[in-house]
């Protein structure tokens, strides 16, 4: 079902409708993100509010919606914010992105103090690379790899593996779901407020 | 063919004579793995508790092998490197390889920063912090012979990361287990073997439900009981209950040794029913 994470299309719908046709809500994945890059003093107002407002206010706006449902459910539930290890450390040239991110560690850690009493916990991802399209582009390339015109996959694969410890360029998706399955199921059940890297070791380094 | 999700591995485990350490034991061997299992079976001066014995060691055994899984446990001191060792020397040599090491073992006291005995200090950084490099120490180079990498997961604890007032010995020995397990991820990424750390809050286990911890957590009452030092500890988290258990430990450990999170290395994973935000 379309949706967006701006609230523009009628995200409220789209969760009330699901419940309806499902019957329950217990696991809330606050996934959509984009990406841009620019230096801070640079990046344009629309770059920035864009940004801001799909991975930040969007992750708020996803739980809004959602979170009433968890509640009414009765039965507790899971909110998995992702964020990124840039919630937890500096890139240049993503102010927006860090500061999204950084944003995105403060609401879970908020919503897990709100949340605890309805036996709802709520946890971010916060992981490296992820090989999906929002990292192999031209864009994500060139800020990992500024001095060069047109840097390739093989390149980038160089530079993404240099940001992390382990002798691996990127994670996979599925990596990032294994994570978001642990938090997910019992076997968390008390785990909340924290902020799990998937991150090959970039926050050790 | 065995199944599970650490199926075919082998688990070096310290303190795995009750408590955490056992229930470590039990969940790897659920999911198809192999144990060593090392524990003191013995007293240590400055802890006022009864620490795991050779009977509750025995115990451990039997749960492993009625699991169908094979463990070589051992009597050992993380005080002592020459018995880890010898431990995992003889483990290795019967089972054929070795993929995890939990460094569990761990014994609490307490006091005030002024009160605390010279001994009481000794004792925890010896057991808690240096036990734990021990561990590793003794483990890594298993590990780096195998060839396949692995996963090393150090039981560090809430206040491994915040402060309370009157262990401030356990407190720098779990904060020091951090520090550790941070370098020790640096350190060991090349060989693909990772290192994370567990940092639960209060666990259901004999190291917290004895006389030490309820008055450490009730200096208010002269007697407390299990139901003053529950309520004392349900306060401590955000999540409406008392304390975890230790499947709830295991279910991390089981987490991070396992391929699911085959890229997570330097982490410290709270168990903590949101003690750290609180």
Redesign the interface.
Same mark, same amino acid.
């Given at each position: 079902m379309r949706s967006a994470a701006d609230g523009q299309c009628g995200q409220e719908t789209v969760v009330d409708r699901g419940v309806a046709a499902l019957g329950r809500l217990d696991i809330v994945s606050a996934n959509a993100g984009i990406h841009s890059s620019a230096p801070a003093h640079e990046m344009s107002e629309s770059a920035w509010q864009d940004l801001i407002d799909v991975n930040l206010t969007g992750a708020w706006l996803t739980c809004k919606v959602a979170v009433p449902h968890l509640i009414a459910g009765g039965r507790g539930g899971v909110v998995v914010l992702t964020s990124s290890v840039a919630g937890l450390k500096p890139y240049a040239n993503i102010a927006h992105y860090v500061a999204a991110k950084h944003g995105i560690i403060g609401l879970t850690k908020t919503l897990a103090q709100e949340l605890a009493p309805h036996r709802i916990r709520v946890n971010a991802l916060s992981p490296t690379q992820v090989d999906t399209d929002m990292i192999q582009n031209q864009m994500a390339y060139k800020l990992f790899l500024p001095a060069i015109e047109e840097p390739t996959r093989g390149q980038f694969r160089v530079a993404s593996q240099a940001t992390n410890l382990l002798p691996i360029p990127w994670v996979e998706p599925r990596d990032v779901s294994d994570a978001l399955i642990f938090l997910a199921s019992d076997e968390a059940r008390y785990i909340t407020g924290v902020a799990l890297p998937v991150d090959a070791g970039v926050l050790a380094k | 063919m065995r199944t599970g999700r650490v199926a075919g591995r082998v688990a070096f485990i310290t303190g795995a004579a009750r408590g955490q350490g056992r229930s470590h034991a039990i969940r790897l061997a659920e999911e198809g793995a192999d144990i060593i299992a090392v524990d003191l079976c013995g007293e240590i001066t400055s802890v006022e508790y009864p620490l795991g014995t050779a009977d509750d060691l025995a115990e451990t055994v039997r749960l492993v092998e009625s699991l169908d899984r094979r463990i070589v446990a051992r009597q050992a001191d993380v005080r002592d490197a020459a018995s880890l060792e010898t431990a995992l020397r003889q483990g290795v040599a019967e089972l054929g390889r070795l993929d995890i090491v939990s460094a569990n073992a761990g014994i609490l006291s307490s006091g005030s920063l002024t009160d605390l005995s010279e001994l009481a200090w000794r004792e925890m950084i010896d057991v808690n912090l240096s036990g734990v490099w021990r561990t590793c120490k003794a483990a890594i180079p298993h590990l780096i012979a195998g060839g396949r990498g692995g996963s090393i997961i150090l039981t560090s604890s809430v206040a491994g990361l915040k402060a309370y007032a009157n262990m401030a010995h356990y407190v720098s020995a779990k904060h020091g287990v951090t520090g550790l397990m941070?370098t020790l991820?640096?350190e060991l /990424? #090349?060989h693909?073997i990772?290192v994370n750390s567990l940092h639960p809050?209060q666990v259901d286990t004999d190291m917290i439900q004895n006389d030490v911890m309820y008055r450490l957590f009730r200096p208010d009452l002269a007697n407390p009981t299990r139901a003053d030092f529950a309520e004392a500890s349900r306060a401590t988290? !955000? !999540? #409406? &209950?008392d304390w &975890?258990e230790t499947r709830?430990v295991s279910?991390?450990l089981?987490?991070l040794a396992s391929d699911? /999170?085959?890229? %997570?290395?330097?982490?410290a994973? #709270? %168990?903590? /029913?949101?003690a750290? %935000?609180?």
């Open positions: - | 941070r991820a640096t /990424a #090349p693909r990772r809050t988290g !955000l !999540l #409406p &209950v &975890v709830d279910a991390a089981l987490f699911e /999170a085959r890229y %997570i290395t330097g982490t994973l #709270p %168990i903590d /029913a949101g750290l %935000i609180t």
